[in-house]
């Protein structure tokens, strides 16, 4: 269907590769990247996300659901896939046929894998995860030396990687720092029983910026190489790959003590010129960005007025410089509005906001016809 309405989310893919430059600077060379991309690589459609970032090196890719890595295999992406959720029994199937690699930490999808591989005859490499303070996945701590002595019984999995994940690498060194000691003696305890992975990784955005010594072997980052800062002070150099722009659809003069949107929540205080633009909630512009946040018309920062609707959302463009009409181009957020302060005035977190634009916004290769 052509599209017809301008609401449009354009994926910069010369600034993934950007990105990803700025992160191999600082891990230096020998620490592979595994590109987050899960979540429709947040937002920015995986497969022409993963495609690019492949066609730049990145080494390996991390997806949340078997489905996900499916869809990367189907769109051509060769590097090896991490399923970080795992695969569970009734994925085991599809992930081997596919040449997935699972996370692996629990043993009915030890077993699930094992029966498959052995019937198929093949053996299946797997990282296995352990649980130093995140709470989420992973094999608790205290229970890591009897899950390797069980998992070492099945003959078909080749492990060939470890990992674990932080808890708040953005905001606490010193818990940081425990878990990383914690992930150390858990490497030390598969040594211990003759596993010789090759991949060791812990290391979110947060972790792969704000701190030298916790590389290991590779890197899991996915907010960095899409622009973001991962927390305070790690933004430097990162360029947001999401811009998401409109055309406003109408114009109009208010007087002075005229209400704008549903519930009047904005009252003109002056005569103002409103520009409406064909973007809403629908849209995952949040509601909660009514009467807060602002636009880019015309190169000029415009307040949103009054509340933001499901299509729709009024901006107040009465000091813009140059006469604003319908069908000039605004950004909603992007280099001039960026989505770090969008989502803090949302009281959310970019990542929400950028997984939040829905699907009813083409995504575009920005300078693609
Ligand atoms: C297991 C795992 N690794 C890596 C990442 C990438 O994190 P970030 O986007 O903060 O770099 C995530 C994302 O939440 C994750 O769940």
Known sequence: MQQLRPTTALIHADRLRHNLGVVRSRVGAGVAVCASVKGDAYGHGAALTALALEASGVEWFGVALVEEGELLRAAGVKAPILCLEGVAVFGAETAIERGLTPMLFDLDSAAALHEVARRRGVTVAVHLKVDTGMGRLGVPYGEWGPFLDRVADFDTLDVTGLATHFA???SDPTFTREQAR????????????AFHPKMLHCSNSAATLGYDDLRFTMVRPGLALYGVSPGPGLGEGLRPVMQVVTRVLYVKNIPAGYGVSYGRRWVAPRPTRL????????DGYPRALSNRAEVLVHGQRCPVRGTVCMDMVMVDVTDVQTPVRPGDEVELFGDGVRVEELAEIAGT?????LCGVSQRVPRREAGAP
């Open 168 to 170: 708040e690498a953005e």
């Open 275 to 282: 520009a409406t633009l064909p973007v809403g909630y629908a």
């Open 182 to 193: 914690r992930f150390r003696v858990a490497v030390q305890a598969a040594k211990a029983r």
């Open 349 to 353: 977190i970019p990542y929400e906001v």
